[in-house]
């Protein structure tokens, strides 16, 4: 059963960090497209950042130069490290994956499986 499952959400007053990960089981994430994107209460889900072949990475403008994805063949496992969070990062995370290599990974209607997402909350 293919399957993925986030971890690292929770609470941060602004200009904080967190690190989010994404296990994978099921399949090889190094040989597909995996994707970060979060949803905020009342927006369409967005792509935060995603990553083909484990070293094509893009980001959205949103969090270039804050957010930075990277990836650990060893446990299969994709993470998103978060910094200078801001009140507007607030929403639910979610990693989900293809298992082909997209050229542009950063629609969500490209990807076939996701993770139950994990909430990422940033407040004063």
């Known amino acids: 059963q293919l399957q993925l499952v986030e971890s690292g959400g929770g609470s941060v007053q602004p200009g904080g960090s967190l690190r989010l990960s994404c296990a994978a089981s099921?399949?090889?994430?190094?040989?597909?497209?995996v994707g970060w994107f979060r949803q905020a209460p009342g927006k369409e889900r967005e792509v935060v950042s995603c990553?083909?072949?484990?070293?094509?990475?893009d980001y959205a403008d949103a969090v270039k130069g804050r957010f930075t994805l990277s990836t650990d063949n060893a446990n299969n496992t994709v993470y998103l490290q978060m910094s200078g969070l801001k009140p507007e990062d607030t929403g639910i995370y979610y990693c989900?994956?293809?298992?082909?290599?997209?050229?542009?990974?950063?629609?969500?209607?490209?990807?076939?499986?996701w993770g139950q997402g994990t909430q990422v909350t940033v407040s004063s």
């Open positions: 099921g399949f090889t994430l190094a040989k597909d497209s």
């Open positions: 989900a994956a293809v298992q082909s290599v997209l050229i542009n990974c950063m629609s969500p209607s490209s990807y076939d499986y």
């Open positions: 990553v083909r072949m484990w070293g094509w990475i």
